[in-house]
Each structure stands twice: as C-alpha cells, then as structure tokens.
C-alpha cells in the first residue's frame, strides 16, 4: 500500500489543504482580532502566534504594501500599518535600565557605586520597534482608593517579595490579588503610626506630619513598595518614593500600580533628577546605604535636595545598636552631619531626626579647610541631567539667606502662589497668575471632551510631559489624581518652581525612554513635546513607542500641537491599536508660548493580549 502513488498524491493534497486552512484561519483571526474589535475598546485585541512576533520589522516583512510614506513637516518617514509585538520576556521591558544592554555594551561600570543601576540608554540600532505585551491574564487595574492596597497579582506576577518580607508586612498574596497592609522593614504595624511618632518626636500638632502645610514634599529613599508615601497623601503630603531595579525588583512598578507616585533611580553617581530644595523631609527607613562612602557624597545630595530647615528622618541599626560596628558609623556619620551643620532635632529609639540648617551662618563659622567644603560658586545645584555628584556642601541664595528659609507659604496656599523663585526666569507675578489661570480652563476643556470615557475613578497616575510651570497639574488639585510634571532637560529648568508649589515631578530628555515600567500611567499630557523632539532631530516614531510603553491599557494621551502633528500621529494609530477619542480646535484660547499649537488631539489605548498571554492565563 506505501507504494502506491494514488495513496502519496491523496496525503500530499490532504496536507496541503490543510495548511491552506491554517494559514487563512490565521489570516482570520490576526486581522479580524486587529479589525474586528470594538470601537471604545471595551474587549480585549489577540495578537498572533509567537513564530511572529519578531524585533525590528513589520509583521508584513516591511514591504511597500506595510508601509506608507508621511511626514511630521516636510521630511518624509515611512508609517508602518502595525508593529511587530515584543517578546513575552520583554513585557517589563525599561529601554535606560535594561541589564541585557549593559552586558551587550560591555560597559565598563563600577558596581561599588551602584553605576549599574543608572540610567544607560541603548543606540538608536539596538531599541526595540515592537509594541510591550502584557503579562498573561493581565486585567484593567484596580482603581484608587482601593488599589492603594491591593492589586491584581496577574498584572505584576512576582510574588518573591511577599515571601521574603512575609514577616515584615511589605505584601501579602491572596487568592487572585496581591495586599498591601502597610507595613515596612521598619514599620511592621503599619506606616500610618510610624508617621505619626514621627511626627510627634518633632512635635508637629495633633501628631500630623504636614505641620499645619509646612511639610508638603518628601523624598523616601529605598522605598520598598511605597507604602510610607502611600500613607502620607491623607496628611495632603505628597512623596518622590524612590528605589532602584534591584534585588527587590518590581518594588517600584507594585507602587505604580498601586496609585501611588515611584521613580526608578538611585543614589549613585549622578545627581538625582531633582533641583536644588525641593524637599522639607527626607526619608530612609533601613534603606541599605552606606552614607559615609566617597567622603559624603550621597549624604551631600541629600543636603542639596533639602529645603531649608528641612529634615532628613532615618531609621536605621546604626541609630540605635550597640555592636562594635553600629557604633563606629555612628559615630563618623554623628561627625560628617555636624560638620555639614546639621543638628539633631529629635532621636528615640531606633530612628534620629536631623535638621539642616536655615541660613549659611554656621558655614562661614567652620574652621578653614573643614570637609565637606561648601561647593564652587559657579557650579549650579539645579543642573541634574547627567550631572555628576559632589562631595560638597550647596549654600545658600542671597534670597534664602535674608529670608531665614524658603520663603513659601503653607500648602494648599502655596499651590497658586507666585514662588520667590520665579524671580530667577523672569517671570512675574501676573505671568504665572495668568498661566495658572490659562491651565485652568484648558483642563476644564480636556475634561468634558474626555467625559464620555471616564468616571471619576478612572484616572489616577498621570504625567505631564512638558509641564512648564506646573499649572496643568495645579488645575487638576480637586480631582483625585497625582500628576509626574516632566521637565526637558534643555529648556528652562522651571521644575524647581513646580516643586515649590508643592508639587512634584523630574527631568528628562523625551529622545529617551522614560525610568519607569510598562503601563504604569493613565494619561500623557504632550503639550508641544513632538514639536520639540523634531527641532532636535530625534524620532517621533520612537516617541510613540515609548509612550504606548509606559502608557496603561485604555489609557489615554492628549496630544496638543501643532495641525501637522496631528496629522502624523493619526496615521499611527492603526500600527499602535490607539483609537481617536475627540479633537478640538483650540486657537480661540490664549496661546503665548507655541504659536501655532492650537490643536488638541485625544486618543485613547486598547486592551489587546498576545494569543501566548490568553493560553498561559486559562
């Protein structure tokens, strides 16, 4: 019977309709999942098999029928119809913290001085042009106030630290969610009473640490997942909760997710993205550092994040244990901060209080020679974009020097107004009042263009991309939302009068991949940023890419710039399954800074999963 070429041509023809039936049934379910889908992106997109999903390319191979030719002015690029989907492995993809480049690069880098956990973007010939998957099973987060204390565990599916911290009270996994109880390596029975006893050590009234508006921003070091800074936002005291992707990875993307505001970085060897007094209290509870390193230096930075008179509150063994060792750094770190003219303001069992100076008075009355030195005068505490760190101690301004301290007023007054340094632009009282102002109606705009897709809950973690002055996110105080303000790193340096509203935010160059996780964000505001990414020759495609990265599922972007623009981006949304929400002509409103961006663009991303991610997840 084998032999018998009727049987071998009947198998050769059966075979062959066979994988004529896979093929178009493929075809079927990869564009009818793309196509077929509901317009408000209420179901969840499938994306094909695996064998695909390759880095680099169009699904299509990039041929003339994948592509189309548009430009963002006069230059043309191609416009690919889709993206091809990152790997499964690349779901937590962070393009600036990604260990596989650095081993890739061979990058020569100092671990001693946590140079490996900075910040080291990839050439443009090794990013990724593909789209992040989800995890498997990954669902629309939980909205806040609840997700402050519990998330879906399918949506960070590391469980490593709820085993490790299990007698700590970090997290605890149950059933299909991880909780958070709130408590800490410090803190087992909850940060809200570690707060309070902070508080009453420095006998702030009614045990709040607020003190009545005067502590507004606070800077957590080795954060964990937060929960300290999660505790504070009922004081109306908002937190930079800050830890790097280390041994306890994802600590980071738990506090994203849980609505609470995070930044991936470390004290390393560069300044940390923040300018010059921003913060009334630092924070580290048992955060693993050593501070007596490199003659001071991370103490030093510390020094010059703190506002003054602020207060740098640690919890540490060293405060409080007898051994040999404990005693030594004790003792030299006792030494280094008073040398650096800070006093103990409060100390009780295992956590001390120290409080910088208010003036420069005790600089000048130091012996000649004593280390730290106070720092050059040429050099400015508000550069931080690559800037190195240095073992030196920043004075004061002449403002801050006869103002005996910052000169703000209490928070919530603080918020609308006029910052003393906004001396240091140019600006004046009625610019940043008519600004404020000017903000104010335009966010009253974008939500009643957004009002047919949300709810009151629906946004909590938002990011202002250019955000100027901080106006944006002063408009938005009465909603329950937090806002990242973003500052280019080559503009006006305006972050520091966002911080002195009380508010909080970072630098950053968007010709790079932002120091965050995929889909921690529920909104983009991009005010004139693709504009300004053009003038210096930097990719808008690879702009796009990067905020569909950190950009949640159904989460949405407002785009407001310039008509050619707009333009570009609409034809990206098919290749990046973002669909338009609203447009609105805005040039009846004041527009001062950018002529000609009078137009604002709504989209808003789908939920789609990989075929891999719907099998894994059943």
């Avoid at 073992?391 to 007054?413: E, F, N, V």
Wanted: charged share 25%; glycine share 6%.
């Amino acid at each position: 019977m084998r032999g018998r070429s009727d049987g071998g041509q009947k198998k050769r023809l059966i075979t062959s309709l066979c994988a004529v039936a896979i093929f178009l049934g493929f075809l079927y379910v990869y564009y009818g999942s793309i196509f077929g889908s509901s317009s408000n992106g209420a179901s969840a997109l499938e994306y094909g098999s695996k064998s695909l999903r390759k880095i680099g390319s169009s699904y299509l191979g990039g041929d003339d029928e994948s592509s189309t030719k548009s430009g963002l002015e006069d230059g043309d690029v191609v416009i690919p119809k889709t993206f091809p989907v990152c790997d499964d492995r690349h779901s937590e993809l962070i393009p600036c913290l990604d260990r596989n480049i650095i081993y890739q690069m061979r990058l020569k880098l100092d671990l001693s001085v946590m140079e490996h956990y900075e910040r080291h973007c990839p050439p443009p010939e090794r990013r990724y042009n593909c789209l992040i998957p989800p995890p498997p099973g990954y669902k629309v987060p939980i909205k806040w106030p609840q997700s402050r204390d519990e998330v879906w565990k399918a949506n960070i599916p590391h469980t490593h630290l709820a085993h490790e911290k299990s007698d700590q009270n970090w997290m605890v996994v149950k059933g299909e969610k991880i909780v958070f109880p709130g408590g800490g390596t410090h803190f087992h029975y909850g940060a809200d009473k570690y707060i309070a006893s902070i508080a009453n050590m420095l006998n702030f009234s009614h045990n709040n640490l607020n003190n009545e508006g005067r502590v507004r921003t606070v800077l957590d070091v080795g954060c964990g997942v937060a929960s300290f800074g999660a505790y504070l936002l009922s004081s109306d005291i908002i937190a930079m909760s800050l830890a790097p992707n280390d041994v306890h990875q994802n600590q980071i993307q738990f506090a994203l997710e849980r609505g609470i505001p995070a930044y991936l970085g470390v004290l390393g060897t560069k300044r940390l993205p923040y300018p010059s007094r921003s913060f009334e209290l630092a924070h580290c509870s048992r955060c693993r550092i050593d501070w007596l390193q490199r003659d001071g230096i991370l103490l030093l930075e510390l020094d010059r994040l703190l506002r003054p008179g602020g207060y740098f509150a640690y919890s540490s063994p060293e405060a409080y244990a007898q051994d040999e060792e404990d005693l030594r750094i004790w003792k030299e770190m006792s030494a280094l901060v008073e040398r650096m003219c800070w006093r103990i303001a409060a100390k009780r069992n295992q956590t001390v209080i120290w409080q910088k100076p208010l003036t420069n008075d005790c600089y000048m009355e130091r012996a000649p020679g004593t280390n730290p030195p106070l720092c050059r005068s040429d050099d400015d505490p508000d550069a931080v974009w690559g800037v190195p760190m240095e073992a030196c101690i920043t004075p004061y301004s002449d403002h801050d020097q006869k103002a005996k301290g910052s000169g703000l007023a209490p928070w919530p007054a603080r918020l609308t107004s006029p910052p003393p340094r906004i001396a240091d632009f140019g600006y004046s009282n009625e610019m940043f009042e008519k600004d404020t102002e000017t903000w104010h109606q335009r966010v009253e705009n974008y939500w009643n263009l957004l009002s047919p897709k949300i709810e009151a809950n629906t946004l909590r973690n938002l990011m202002d991309m250019k955000a100027n002055m901080g106006s944006f996110a002063a408009a938005l105080k009465e909603r329950n939302v937090w806002v990242m303000n973003v500052i280019p790193e080559d503009g006006p340096n305006t972050l520091k009068l966002i911080y002195d509203r009380g508010l909080i935010g970072t630098t950053h160059n968007w010709c790079e991949a932002f120091s965050t996780y995929p889909r921690t964000y529920d909104l983009l505001h991009a005010w004139a940023v693709f504009s300004d990414i053009e003038k210096k020759g930097c990719s808008a495609e690879d702009l796009l890419l990067e905020m569909d990265r950190i950009l949640r599922p159904r989460g949405f972007i407002i785009i407001r710039d310039k008509q050619p623009v707009i333009d570009f981006v609409r034809k990206y949304l098919s290749a990046l399954h973002w669909e338009a929400v609203a447009t609105a002509d805005s040039s009846s409103d004041s527009e001062h800074e950018h002529e000609g961006d009078n137009v604002v663009f709504i989209v808003q991303k789908k939920l789609w999963l990989t075929s891999e991610s719907i099998l894994n997840s059943e």
